[in-house]
């Protein structure tokens, strides 16, 4: 995953694509980030930088909308789209509410922490946070 990032930095050098190019300098200035304080640097934790990426963005949106600034939403939906170009497939809803189904009967203990905590670890990256917890709290409620 590192050796696509770096590729593709090279690429949007050469193809003068900014905006591109700034949101991969971030994801790999994150991930250098997390090698200096001694994270192990894994898939997953790839993963995590990129979900913290796209998060940061739409919380900027969120706000750029209660400043009707749409210049800027437009700005950081592309940065959105770069970074799910890395990002696995979206796991559809059926199969997120079949997985979480077995991380719940797997479960020993039958609340939401517990369980949430085992879904993540199914899902492996193919769906966020909120719709995870969604789909935990249909199958427990």
Known sequence: MIAKLKE?????MRAKDMISLNVVRGILNEINIR????IEINDEEILK???SEIKKRKESIENFQKAARQDLIDKEEKEIKVVEQYLPA????????AKVKEAADAS???NFGAVMKAAIAAVNG?????????????VLG
């Open 8 to 12: 593709d930095l090279k690429t949007y």
């Open 35 to 38: 090698e200096m304080k001694n």
């Open 49 to 51: 930088v990129l979900r």
């Open 90 to 97: 979206e796991m559809s809803e059926e199969a997120l509410l």
């Open 108 to 110: 020993a203990d039958k």
């Open 126 to 138: 193919q769906a966020d946070g909120k719709r995870i917890s969604a789909a935990v709290k249909k």
